[in-house]
């Protein structure tokens, strides 16, 4: 059972930046996907980031140019930078693992961190 503890959230100011971490109670492999998603008031949990680890990153069109989502291999945490904020991005995003098929293929939540932009 892997638990994921998400940090970093808050509010912030349109145009302003925010780094999200997500640490894993667990090392997640290269093969491993790793994602962060989010999920408005009245809205359902949407995609916002994922990275496999050994390919590029995949990215939602809404936030393409300004979110980058790094992680390591090998390693327990995956981060997402969030540049440009907008009202639009305001969300409880959680971190997501997705083990490979080889591992099981079970899917993995964190309780969310609340994102607020707002002036």
């Known amino acids: 059972q892997v638990q994921l503890v998400e940090s970093g959230g808050g509010l912030v100011q349109p145009g302003g930046s925010l780094t999200l971490s997500c640490v894993a109670s667990?090392?997640?492999?290269?093969?491993?996907?790793m994602g962060w998603y989010r999920q408005a008031p009245g809205k359902q949990r949407e995609l916002v980031a994922s990275h496999s680890g050994g390919g590029n990153p995949n990215y939602a069109d809404s936030v393409k140019g300004r979110f980058t989502i790094s992680r390591g291999n090998a390693v327990k945490a995956v981060y997402l930078q969030m540049n440009s904020l907008k009202p639009e991005d305001t969300a409880v995003y959680y971190c997501n693992v997705r083990r490979s098929r080889l591992r099981g293929g079970m899917d993995y939540w964190g309780k969310g961190t609340l994102v607020t932009v707002s002036s």
């Open positions: 667990e090392i997640i492999f290269s093969g491993d996907l």
